[in-house]
């Protein structure tokens, strides 16, 4: 009856030695799940948060293009409508002191702009220069003249527009490794 005891009792510690072990071996295996879990979570959440940047700063870029054209085609607008108002003289002192009214109007509103355009440029940018340089040039030019100053500025813009809008597919594309930011 010993012998019978003893090996009940041993297939008894045996059995809860089993039990044990699988026990172990579960919570280890939902620990690594749990781990696994978690690392993909992490994964998740830090794509959603490079998406949800790389949206705002697309947003705020395109913003920025928006404005820099807009600011652009009223400065171009300006500059020719002031420079147009040089040919008109008049004998009526009237609609001289209008005119001068109106020019230095058109004047302020172009250094306005100016200065926004100038504001919204990345100085260490040399295509963003140029474009200053050319804007500044054609300020200092006191005729309408046959357009080229003002087409160049187009074309520069156009440019720089160009490079902007490719900036902004990369980001929208999660790419945030652009480089020289503008704004």
Do not use: C, Y
């Amino acid at each position: 009856m010993d012998t019978v005891v003893a090996v009940t009792l041993g297939t008894t510690a045996l059995a809860a030695l089993a039990a044990v072990a699988s026990a172990a071996i579960a919570l280890r295996a939902v620990r690594a799940q749990s781990n696994a879990a978690a690392a993909q979570i992490a994964a998740v959440t830090n794509a959603a948060k490079l998406q949800s940047r790389a949206s705002v700063v697309s947003a705020s870029r395109q913003r920025w293009i928006d404005a820099l054209r807009d600011d652009i085609a009223d400065f171009l607008t300006a500059d020719a409508e002031h420079k147009g108002f040089d040919g008109w003289p008049s004998s009526d002192p009237n609609v001289n002191l209008d005119s001068i009214r109106q020019k230095d109007r058109l004047l302020a509103r172009k250094m306005l702009l100016l200065k926004r355009i100038r504001l919204r440029l990345n100085p260490k940018e040399a295509d963003h220069n140029l474009l200053v340089a050319r804007l500044n040039a054609l300020v200092m030019t006191a005729q309408l003249e046959s357009g080229l100053p003002a087409e160049e500025i187009v074309e520069l813009t156009q440019k720089l527009l160009k490079t902007e809008w490719d900036r902004v597919k990369r980001e929208a594309s999660g790419d945030m490794d652009v480089s020289s930011p503008s704004f």
